[in-house]
């Protein structure tokens, strides 16, 4: 059983659409964060949130830290082709950083 | 460019035979961490060195020994390989245990045949 489940597993969507992926667990997380992981290459950190109701904006990019420290979403604003990859959450809990299974999103132009 | 480095990118294995994969960091960075990512289960931590001269064991270390030869690198050997092994590992390094993330290699496939 994964510490962390993301949805949706996979996605595919066209270019100019907006979407959300989640991260849920029953855990509270001193800190949890975003990668993307393109094929062939280990994943890339995109922010770290540590505060619970935590808003951050990276680009389209806007990551919410829930006010419970246990769960957390991505939101992507008008899509593009280069945002597809594989968004990994990850959260620390005890000094241990757990990993989820990831969302695939696909942008089709 | 300053990162993490693995070598090799790719290797099949017969079972039973033995590899090191070699990782290094040119970060400072004091922790550093072996993960393996199958199909739908995420990353799973193998082992992990907090600081230069300690090693600890993860979530799935059976069938693995690592050591950390100084800050900058980290090895991680398989002694007898088995199919069940195959996998794409990645190493990390982090400073402040994760606190601000992780900064990971490119992975190496490993297949054992």
């Known amino acids: 059983t994964q510490l962390l489940e993301q949805s949706p597993q996979f996605l595919s969507i066209q270019e100019g659409e907006n979407l959300t992926v989640y991260c849920n667990s029953s855990s509270v997380f001193s800190s949890l964060q975003w990668y993307r992981q393109e094929p062939g290459e280990g994943p890339v950190l995109l922010v770290t949130?540590?505060?619970?109701?935590e808003v951050k904006k990276l680009k389209r990019l806007t990551f919410q830290f829930g006010d419970a420290r246990k769960d957390s979403s991505l939101h992507i604003t008008a899509a593009q082709p280069g945002d597809t990859g594989l968004y990994l959450c990850a959260g620390l809990v005890n000094n241990d950083m757990r990993f989820g299974a990831g969302t695939r999103l696909t942008v089709k132009p | 460019n300053a990162g993490v480095t693995q070598t090799p990118k790719f290797q099949v294995l017969k079972t039973g035979q033995s590899m090191t994969l070699q990782c290094a960091q040119d970060?400072?960075?004091?922790?550093m961490y072996w993960y393996r990512q199958d199909p739908g289960m995420g990353l799973r931590l193998i082992y992990y060195s907090a600081s230069e001269g300690t090693t600890d064991k993860g979530e799935v270390p059976n069938g693995y020994n690592v050591s950390r030869l100084n800050k900058r690198e980290f090895s991680l050997r398989l002694e007898s390989a088995a199919p069940s092994q195959t996998s794409v590992y990645f190493c990390?390094?982090?400073?402040?245990?994760?606190?601000?993330?992780?900064?990971f290699g490119s992975g190496t496939r490993l297949t054992v045949v």
């Open positions: 970060m400072n960075h004091n922790s």
């Open positions: 990390a390094s982090a400073s402040h245990r994760g606190n601000y993330g992780y900064t």
């Open positions: 949130v540590v505060t619970g109701g």
